[in-house]
């Protein structure tokens, strides 16, 4: 009698396959030595705290009242989430050699993607939080749940962007190509270099349409809590990860055999 497999069976191919497209993934991005693996944490960090240096120097130690350290860090890190995360062109294309494997699907790809960008650059965050915590160069965070609630609306915009990047970018260069300038274009309007409270009202109106920043406004009202009025809209960026991302699967399903023909 041949054994049907559980709901068990199927998760643990699953937790198999993600390990072994995780360590894949890192020995091909950062080589086999220890500090490569290391790399995949302390690169955002490295990145952060130039960033943050370079703030403190231009705009002192504040801005509009603001910790310009505490500034620097809910900008600079979030938009680092976003970026690598919706930056996932010819990701399918890349992986698709990795099918001739009965357990391992496309979409396997694209979610350990997410998952290692994800976690690494969360546990960045985190590291250079304690750090300046430990060196009192930033106030302590007020509402670590408005925090994280911001952190994983980023994650969900950036997925649903990646997902739709990785889809369309098989149908045509000129995506590969668009990516990039996109995110500079957003880069001034986003939310990362400023808040919505320094904005005359008729440009508060305007920037609220910007998805990203209301996980913007969301980690910066928690870290600085009711005394620095915010404007999030929590389900209004959700609205716009859920789109992204359903639309990001429909494109996916148009295109998956056509990756596999290629």
Same mark, same amino acid.
């Given at each position: +009698?041949?054994?049907?497999?559980t709901l068990r069976d199927a998760l643990s191919v699953k937790q198999r396959v993600y390990q072994a497209l995780i360590v894949r993934y890192l020995v091909g991005r950062y080589g086999r030595g220890n500090i490569g693996f290391l790399w995949v944490v302390a690169e955002p960090m490295l990145f952060c705290g130039g960033v943050m240096l370079v703030w403190t120097i231009t705009k002192g130690s504040a801005t509009h009242g603001i910790n310009v350290v505490a500034l620097a860090y809910t900008g600079y890190l979030p938009l680092l989430l976003w970026r690598h995360l919706s930056? +996932?062109?010819?990701? $399918?294309?890349?992986?698709?050699?990795l099918t001739i494997f009965r357990d391992i699907h496309l979409l396997d790809a694209v979610f350990t993607?997410?998952?290692?960008?994800?976690?690494?650059?969360?546990?960045?965050?985190?590291?250079?939080?304690?750090? $300046?915590q430990a060196a009192g160069s930033m106030p302590e965070a007020h509402d670590w749940s408005d925090i994280l609630h911001g952190w994983f609306l980023m994650g969900g915009?950036?997925?649903?962007a990646g997902l739709l990047t990785a889809a369309l970018s098989e149908l045509s260069e000129i995506v590969e190509k668009l990516v990039g300038p996109v995110q500079y274009f957003l880069l001034p309007f986003c939310g990362c270099f400023y808040m919505v409270t320094w904005l005359p009202d008729p440009a508060k109106d305007v920037v609220w349409y910007i998805p990203l920043l209301h996980s913007y406004e969301l980690i910066r009202g928690g870290f600085f809590g009711p005394e620095i009025p915010t404007y999030a809209t929590p389900a209004y960026g959700w609205a716009w990860a859920l789109a992204l991302t359903g639309l990001g699967f429909a494109v996916f399903r148009l295109v998956e055999d056509h990756v596999g023909q290629k």
């Open positions: +009698m041949s054994h049907q497999p930056s +996932m062109q010819h990701l $399918l294309r890349g992986s698709k050699h993607r997410f998952l290692l960008d994800f976690v690494s650059i969360s546990a960045s965050a985190l590291i250079v939080y304690l750090v $300046l915009l950036g997925f649903g």
